[in-house]
């Protein structure tokens, strides 16, 4: 996915990337009124210590016993169904039950994204947080608090947990004129319940990696 962003990525575009054929989307994602804030909690994580691959390969356990090639095949439909026939429980049911509705929720966020509709995309963002933290248990407290402060924050429109979890960043979708409020509230309340710093800046979609004449 990083590799896809950085070389194919547009100005002005969300990306997205369907990794079983490679296909691509680029989502209109130009709206001056609208900023993406990067929150860092300064919280180093590591995939290498066993967690990413424990969930790897619990999602393709679940696979098999739902008896498809991968969990892109199965809907949430499924998913119910197979809770209740107890043919998914414990950790192989919440690892499939994160995947399977993390793709129906991008699916919705780039629909709700081209449609210009903020508030149903920022829904999504907290829908896919809350996810990422229950299910697939790659959140930590850092990002939560930042997600739970920018739900009480005017102007902001959503909020999640981004990359590989353990740690890393969390990103805010806010109203432009209301982001150095959210900047200045997140900071605070993260300063006062751990004791340090979280560094927020705005960014915005920029075209990937290119020839540049000087």
């Given at each position: 996915m990083d590799q896809s962003i950085a070389i194919m990525g547009q100005a002005g575009r969300a990306m997205?990337?369907?990794?079983?054929?490679?296909?691509?989307?680029?989502?209109?994602?130009?709206?001056?009124?609208?900023?993406?804030?990067?929150?860092?909690?300064?919280?180093?994580?590591?995939?290498?210590?066993?967690?990413y691959g424990a969930r790897r390969e619990q999602c393709h356990s679940a696979a098999r016993r739902l008896e498809v090639v991968a969990l892109r095949d199965v809907d949430e439909a499924r998913v119910a169904d197979a809770s209740r026939r107890e043919e998914l429980a414990g950790k192989e049911l919440m690892r499939t039950r994160?995947?399977?509705?993390?793709?129906?929720?991008?699916?919705?966020?780039?629909?709700?994204?081209?449609?210009?509709?903020?508030?149903?995309?920022?829904?999504?963002?907290?829908?896919?947080?809350?996810?990422?933290?229950?299910?697939?248990?790659?959140?930590?407290?850092?990002?939560?608090?930042?997600?739970?402060?920018?739900k009480g924050c005017p102007g902001?429109?959503?909020?999640?947990?981004?990359?590989?979890?353990?740690?890393?960043?969390?990103?805010?979708?806010?109203?432009?004129?209301?982001?150095?409020?959210v900047t200045r509230t997140v900071q605070e309340s993260f300063r006062q319940r751990f004791g340090r710093s979280c560094p927020i800046f705005p960014t915005r979609a920029m075209a990937g990696c290119g020839r540049i004449a000087i």
């Open positions: 997205l990337l369907d990794c079983r054929d490679g296909a691509i989307r680029q989502v209109p994602f130009d709206d001056p009124g609208v900023v993406l804030l990067v929150a860092d909690t300064q919280v180093k994580h590591d995939i290498s210590d066993g967690g994160h995947v399977v509705g993390e793709i129906a929720r991008t699916l919705s966020a780039c629909d709700a994204l081209t449609a210009g509709d903020y508030r149903r995309f920022g829904e999504l963002m907290y829908a896919s947080h809350a996810s990422l933290r229950d299910d697939y248990e790659v959140s930590c407290e850092e990002l939560d608090a930042i997600v739970d402060t920018a902001a429109y959503g909020a999640r947990m981004t990359g590989g979890g353990f740690g890393g960043c969390a990103i805010i979708l806010a109203q432009a004129n209301a982001a150095d409020a």
